[in-house]
């Protein structure tokens, strides 16, 4: 079975441009996140998505920061304007739909490396 | 005071050898607690469930105190491929169905041959 997949593996933009991460969560995994990782430092929560309904956006930087989820598949993150903070790796991940008795693993993509120069 | 603390290391150990990594947490609401496992440049992966009962998979360890808010892993008889960085890792329920993930920055463990 397909693990998480995210695209691109890396981008490198100029202060100022927009970037759109991808990412395809396992078939069948209704709850998608995405986590960010700027150097030395810890890996941090942005947000989380049910099927396509944003269930917590409470770690988003900021509002040049949109994620969606059209159709409750693939998810984009868009940053626009970057900004030179905005450097770092993007962690997506998914795991299957959330039961009040037990937590759901998190299964991780590789990343997008995002460089803003 | 962050969220999850964790040894800064990097703990550079001898093949053979047994290591303890530690870590505290804030959060009394935090619900579930892991160690994950990151290799360079790789994205991370877990390795284990923390249980207040302690749990053991193989060469690994973990134990919780939810008293002292204190998580550790033990690993015994180190080998090569145990070189990376270790999470801890920590899951808060903040509503509505939503677990977050607490990410402590990591320690860097070398297996030295």
């Known amino acids: 079975e397909a693990g998480v997949t995210q695209f691109p593996s890396h981008s490198v933009i100029e202060k100022g441009q927009t970037v759109t991460l991808r990412c395809d969560p396992i078939s069948g995994h209704d709850n998608l996140y995405w986590y960010r990782r700027v150097m030395g430092k810890e890996i941090k929560f942005l947000l989380h998505?049910?099927?396509?309904?944003?269930?917590?956006e409470s770690g988003m930087p900021n509002n040049r920061f949109l994620a969606e989820r059209t159709g409750g598949t693939y998810s984009t993150l868009k940053v626009q304007p970057a900004e030179l903070e905005d450097s770092g790796v993007y962690f997506c991940?998914?795991?299957?739909?959330?039961?009040?008795?037990?937590?759901?693993?998190?299964?991780f993509g590789p990343g997008t490396r995002l460089t803003v120069l | 005071r962050k969220e999850v603390e964790q040894d800064p290391g990097p703990f550079n150990v001898p093949e053979g050898a047994t290591v303890a990594f530690n870590c505290t947490y804030s959060?009394?609401?935090?619900?579930?607690f892991f160690w994950y496992r990151q290799d360079c440049r790789k994205e991370p992966k877990l390795l284990m469930s923390v249980y207040s009962s302690g749990n053991e998979d193989g060469r690994f360890t973990a134990q919780l105190n939810r008293a002292s808010q204190y998580i550790s892993l033990l690993i015994r008889d180190s080998k090569l491929s145990d070189s990376a960085t270790y999470l801890c890792v920590v899951s808060v329920y903040s509503g509505a169905g939503s677990y977050q993930l607490t990410f402590g920055k990591g320690t860097k463990l070398s297996v030295i041959p």
């Open positions: 991940a998914s795991s299957q739909r959330w039961t009040a008795l037990t937590y759901n693993e998190q299964f």
């Open positions: 998505f049910v099927k396509e309904s944003k269930q917590d």
């Open positions: 959060n009394s609401a935090s619900q579930s």
